[in-house]
Nanobody, 114 residues
Framework: VSLVESGGGEVQSGESLRLSCVIS????????IAWFRRAPGQEAGGISC????????YYADSVKGRLAISVNDAEKKLYLQMNNLKPEDTAVYYC????????WGQGTQVTVTS
């Protein structure tokens, strides 16, 4: 199993980023795939997920209306469009299934300055 996140960077408040995750070694059929983030000094938590079975999505209240999750089943790629970023979005972002696999990627750092 391989999870490779990319797309992070340092941006100013209000700007946008698009995160990508390439997933290999596991079937995504009828799965729930999620984005997690770990802010400095905090534990990782899920912020958004999508079902490959029916396309339904979930967003944590803290990101609702600003983030959009999507998946390309054929390419096994997960995306997270992040708009109107805020300093509190600063974190390392990870993708994984729900429930999470034992394997995690390196994550991608998102830093938002005010």
């Amino acid at each position: 199993v391989s999870l490779v996140e990319s797309g992070g960077g340092e941006v100013q408040s209000g700007e946008s980023l698009r995160l990508s995750c390439v997933i290999s070694g596991v079937t995504l059929e009828n799965s729930v795939i999620a984005w997690f983030r770990r802010a400095p000094g905090q534990e990782a938590g899920g912020i958004s997920c999508i079902s490959t079975a029916d396309g339904s999505t979930y967003y944590a209240d803290s990101v609702k209306g600003r983030l959009a999750i999507s998946v390309n089943d054929a390419e096994k790629k997960l995306y997270l469009q992040m708009n109107n970023l805020k300093p509190e979005d600063t974190a390392v972002y990870y993708c994984n299934l729900r429930p999470p696999l034992n394997s995690w990627g390196q994550g991608t750092q998102v830093t938002v300055t005010s």
